[in-house]
């Protein structure tokens, strides 16, 4: 997997690369907003003022955009902050995971990988609210879609503003 | 048309109808008012509450720039028909979402947000409501809402309360119309009679008065006007007639006048006439007149003569107080005093003063003043201090001289000069207040001396006893002999000083009598218990001898007492191994019931010329027997004066070597001030409140034999009875004092049992006195319905009646007694005594220490003495019976003190005996003690 990616990314060149970022900074700013909406349960920080740690299962560059993104960003008191993980890396060290359309063949691993840790889960894959992912969206031109499969999110014990429930298709079933 | 001059009926109906119309649209504005008031608040907040639900509907699509989702909110906005327009804003102001209403305008909606809350139009209310997330502002909620709502409700309240208003203005109009009448009809009804009154000029007319009110008042006051003017009108008309029949009168009298004249002129005439006959008849009397005055100079010159021979002062003075004339005797006893008056001309100047030798007497006191006023005075005193030698005294007899008419123009005064006289009787005063001081100071110095003498020898002899008692116990045989001695020299000390203070209270006659029914079986029976001890001494027998029905007397029980008892003491003193006989006897002498005691003994006898200074003091038999016998040799001497003051006598028949008679006569009934007694009216008073034995057994039947029956047992129970022979006297003496209990015979004249019982049963202050009914004939039912405590049947059995009544008396029971003295050798002596009583006893010092124990606990009895420091007796009976708790504690005195009569009547009625203590506690005292404790110291039957 790791190849073909690295072989899209390779092929595609700088013309294509200038657009993936402003994806990727769109994507980035939307998970940011999305955490605004969010609330973890206080065992997931140490300190009152531990920073929401989003891991990134991606790219360098990708990982790179959320950092832009998030420089100097808070929510409720705690700073934003992006890690880049790889599969193979321990997942339950992050508050959000987010992962991306290319890496959604993975998504099914999510819940034993996790085992209800209080880590919500993000994908820009359409399918993955149904497959193992809490959260799926894709950014549209004046419009997100979103899908929350709310089941999951009680599992990790993760709350989700019904803000933003009200804009989602409410998805069930947590072995979906 | 002036509404002044409008009627008053419709003055009233315009006032009541404004009146009410006002305040209907004041209520009706006003209501008004607050209510658009509130309504525009309800829907500004309406409006806000709906644009923040919008608002925190839209956060996350406005944070996701989702317009879609917030175009999606809005349109729901489309249930609501009176809102206009909605918009969302993001954060630059621009319009992110819009929402346009069925009758809004698209192109309505402001361009840019603004400021933040609602905004009113005039057919609009706008409110812009922030947006904030992560407390950040990200956008702007708009929305517009149409008035339209609001102006219909304005108008739909304006239109039905016009309507409302018309229809009360129509009620209020046809209420009032209708209740003006009540006002004005009286009104018109009074200027209705009014026209008629200045028209008709009838002041008879009066107008209906139908109400109480300030209407219905005018009415009565115009109803009185006119009664006033139809009065007024009469009595004019009257007074018109009387002047008439004046003039009537007046023309009569001028002809009488005239006819008058004419008769007088004729009179004159004859008058001349009998002028010439009287100067004739003057001259005979003025020869006349010079004779008589030849011969009043001669009597003039006589009665001068007499005048100045006399050996009393003269004075005569003018109607003015002037003197005009005073004789040789008034000059030598005033002589330059009575110049200088002469000189002024005036009594008052004499310069006399009131006898009490200083006050100037006054004008209008003086004699000559008093007899120009008219009185005669006879004796009047007055001083002068400087005429004579030390001043003089002057008994003034002063008369009016009366003119023809009887009025006083002159008085004279004769004056008698009493100066010696005079200093006679101040010296006699003088002497008299020296006598009467001394007898004081000596009836002190015996009071004092009876309390202060006896007070330390009753220590000796009480102490003196307990020692006896102590070394007996422990075994100390060795100062028993001495001990006794000294006993017995302070019982001789103090017989010795009782006996010379007796004597010598006789002889100061201070010696009082208290006169008082007893009775004389139980006189002797107490007598007998006394001194049965003392004739067992010598080894004596005793023997009574006593005649029938001796009954009862009335004497001074004490006095009687002790004559008996020295009697009696004597001779068992002067008798061994013999025989001592009381006998009593009864007898009438000239109409007079006597009471005759004798007392008879085998003893040593008494010669002739012993038996004549026998009842002299200090005599006794001869010198020797005093230290044989002991005694005072006052005893006979006292019981010869005592029975001397109770009426009665005493006498003596002896052989030398067989033993003596002694034989007391005295009155039974007693008669107090048939004696020189001293008792004054307030003893003789208390002596009567007295007369009843406390705590007496009341015996009432009209069978003489049956009441001494019973009394007797009585007796022989311990028991005072008081006997009375009907219903009446009966329940005369329960009401006097209470009885313990009743014994009570139902067949008697007059006044029967049952009424008696039903008499006594309606006196709240005996109904709980035990009453117990004899009677022949058995009605046990109607005994007990009427309230009967037993009932018995005749003939009695003196014992089941005794027992009965003991019964029904609260028996003796371990009473409580308060001791109050302040010799603690006294209280001891009472504490021992009680003590083996089986009494509970209490001490006290003085009287504030007796009611601090009486407030810790009520006692049963108080033994009280009077002489003590701090309280004394009398003041702690005053505050006792003060107090609601102490009111009824029986108190009994006991005091060393001579009572005198007026300290006996401040006792009278808080105390049920005084008993006089000379001393020798343990023969007299101690038995009288277990006497009082047996009578009064029972317990309440409840306690």
């Known amino acids: 997997v790791l190849a073909i990616c690295l072989h899209i990314f390779a092929s595609s060149g700088t013309a294509r690369a200038s657009s993936t970022a402003d994806v990727d900074a769109r994507t980035a700013t939307f998970v940011y907003q999305f955490a605004m909406f969010v609330a973890w349960p206080a065992s997931a920080f140490l300190g009152a003022h531990d920073p929401i740690v989003v891991g990134v299962v991606s790219s360098e560059a990708t990982a790179d955009a959320f950092d832009r993104v998030f420089q100097g960003k808070s929510i409720k008191g705690r700073r934003i902050v992006a890690r880049r993980l790889s599969w193979a890396s ?42 193992g992912s809490v959260v799926a969206f894709a950014l549209q031109n004046k419009r997100v879609n979103l899908e929350i499969n709310v089941d999951r999110a009680r599992l990790a014990g993760v709350g989700i503003s019904s803000r933003v429930l009200r804009l989602a298709r409410i998805r069930r079933g947590g072995d979906l | ?11 009233i109906t315009l006032i009541a109808l404004v009146t009410s119309t006002s305040v209907l649209v004041l209520a009706l504005a006003s209501f008004l008012v607050w209510d658009l008031v509130s ?41 609501k028909p009176e809102i206009l327009n909605a918009a969302m804003y993001d954060i630059d102001g621009t319009v992110f979402a819009s929402f346009v209403g069925r009758a809004g305008l698209p192109s309505a909606l402001p361009k840019h947000p603004g400021l933040p809350g609602t905004h009113w139009g005039s057919d609009t209310l706008e409110v812009f409501e922030p947006l904030y997330l992560n407390e950040q502002r990200i956008g702007t909620v708009f929305v517009r809402s149409d008035l339209s709502l609001y102006h219909q409700r304005l108008r739909r309240f304006i239109i039905s309360s016009s309507l409302l208003l018309v229809v009360a203005a129509a009620f209020a109009l046809l209420l009032s119309a209708r209740l003006q009448v009540l006002i004005s009809r009286p009104i018109i009804r009074l200027k209705a009679s009014m026209q008629e009154v200045s028209t008709r000029r009838d002041y008879t007319v009066r107008v209906e008065q ?3 009110d300030e ?52 009179l004159a005439g004859t008058l001349e006439q009998r002028v010439a006959e009287r100067s004739a008849a003057a001259e005979e009397r003025a020869r006349e007149l010079a004779r008589s005055e030849e011969e009043l100079r001669h009597q003039t010159g006589t009665l001068q003569s007499i005048l100045h021979s006399m050996g009393d002062g003269v ?119 020296a006598a009467e001081a001394a007898s004081r100071a000596k009836s002190a110095f015996l009071a004092n001396m009876s309390h202060e003498l006896r007070t330390p020898l009753n220590a000796i002899i009480g102490y003196s006893e307990m020692m ?78 006593l005649g029938p029905a001796l009954g009862s007397m009335r004497s001074d029980i004490t006095k009687v007492r002790q004559v008996l008892l020295n009697l009696l003491s004597n001779a068992s003193k002067f008798t061994s191994e013999g025989r001592v006989v009381l006998g009593v006897s009864r007898s009438s002498v000239d109409g007079r019931e006597w009471v005759q005691f004798r007392v008879t003994d085998s003893g040593i006898g008494i010669t002739r010329e012993q038996r004549e200074r026998l009842f002299q003091e200090f005599a006794q038999a001869d010198a020797s027997t005093a230290r044989k016998f002991g005694g005072t040799g006052l005893g006979l001497a006292i019981s010869k004066r005592l029975c001397d003051l109770m009426g009665g006598t005493i006498s003596v028949d002896s052989e030398h070597g067989l033993g003596s008679t002694f034989a007391v006569s005295l009155p039974a009934d007693l008669q107090p001030g048939i004696r020189p007694a001293e ?26 034999a049956a009441r001494e029956l019973i009394a007797r047992h009585l007796r022989k129970e311990g028991l005072t009875a008081v006997l009375a022979a009907s219903g009446a006297e009966g329940l005369a003496l329960a009401r006097r004092a209470r009885p313990l209990a009743i014994s009570l015979d139902v067949l008697m004249p007059q006044m029967d049992g049952w009424t008696v019982l039903a008499a006594l049963k309606a006196d709240p202050s005996l109904a709980d006195v035990p009453v117990v009914m004899l009677t022949i004939v058995g009605e046990h039912s109607r005994g007990y319905a009427l309230g009967a405590a037993d009932y018995l049947q005749k003939p009695i059995d003196g014992a089941a009646l005794a027992a009965v009544l003991r019964r029904r008396i609260p028996t003796i029971a371990r009473a409580d007694v308060l001791v109050v003295d302040d010799d603690e050798s006294a209280r001891k002596v009472l504490a021992r005594h009680l003590h083996a009583l089986g009494c509970e006893s209490r001490m006290a010092e003085d009287g504030a220490i007796a009611l601090e124990r009486c407030a810790e606990r009520r006692p049963d009895l108080v033994l009280l003495d009077l002489v003590m420091p701090t309280m004394d007796g009398f003041e702690f009976l005053e505050q006792l019976r003060r107090q609601p708790s102490g009111n009824d504690v029986r108190v009994v005195v006991i005091s060393g003190k001579d009572v005198n009569p007026a300290e006996r009547a401040r006792l009278n009625g808080q105390v049920i005996q005084i008993v006089q203590k000379h001393g020798s506690e343990c023969d007299t005292l101690l038995p009288e003690v277990t006497r009082l404790l047996k009578t009064h110291a029972r317990r309440d039957a409840a306690a």
């Open chain 1, 90 to 131: 321990e997942l339950r060290t992050c508050h959000l995971l987010f992962v991306p359309v290319t890496e959604a063949q993975h998504v099914e691993e999510l819940p034993t990988r996790l085992e209800d840790a209080p880590v919500l889960t993000m994908s820009d894959d359409q399918t993955a609210a149904r497959r």
């Open chain 2, 1 to 11: 048309v002036r509404v002044r001059n409008l009627s008053i009926r419709t003055k």
């Open chain 2, 39 to 79: 309504f525009r608040e309800q829907l500004s907040h309406d409006l806000t509450s709906q644009a923040q639900l919008i608002g925190s509907n839209g956060t996350a699509a406005v944070a996701f720039e989702d317009a879609a989702a917030a175009s999606d909110m809005l349109m729901g906005l489309q249930s």
């Open chain 2, 210 to 212: 139908d109400s109480t």
């Open chain 2, 215 to 266: 209407i219905g008042e005018m009415i009565g006051g115009f109803n009185a006007m006119l009664a006033e003017i139809e009065r007024g009108d009469a009595a004019l008309q009257e007074a018109h007639d009387e002047l008439q029949l004046r003039t009537l009168h007046l023309e009569q009298e001028v002809g009488d006048r005239v006819r008058a004249e004419r008769e007088l002129k004729a």
């Open chain 2, 315 to 433: 004075l005569v003075t003018d109607e003015n107080g002037r003197i005009t004339l005073y004789n040789d005797a008034a000059e030598q006893t005033l002589h330059t005093m009575l110049h200088q008056a002469s000189m002024l001309r005036d009594v008052h100047a004499l310069g006399f003063v009131m006898p009490d030798m200083v006050t100037p007497y006054p004008d209008d006191q003086m004699p000559m003043s008093r007899a120009l006023r008219g009185e005669a005075v006879d004796a009047a005193e007055l001083f002068h201090p400087q005429a004579g030698d030390g001043g003089t005294w002057l008994s003034v007899n002063a008369r009016p001289l009366r003119d023809d008419d009887g009025v006083p123009r002159s008085a004279v005064a004769v004056l008698r000069d009493v100066s010696e006289q005079k200093r006679v009787e101040v010296a006699l005063v003088r002497a008299r207040d």
């Open chain 2, 468 to 545: 006896q008692e102590d070394a007996e116990d422990r075994g100390q045989v060795e100062y028993l002999g001495d001990l006794r001695k000294v006993h017995e020299a302070g019982k001789h000390l103090l017989a010795l000083i009782n006996d010379v203070l007796d004597l010598s209270k006789i002889e100061a006659g201070r010696t009082e009598l208290h006169i008082e029914p007893f009775d004389v079986s139980a006189l002797i029976q107490d007598l007998l218990t006394t001194v049965r001890p003392l004739v067992a001494k010598n080894r004596n027998v005793l023997d009574t001898d």
């Open chain 2, 679 to 704: 008792a004054d009216t307030t003893a003789s008073e208390v002596d009567r409140d007295a007369a009843l034995p406390p705590d007496y057994v009341l015996v009432i039947d009209d069978d003489a």
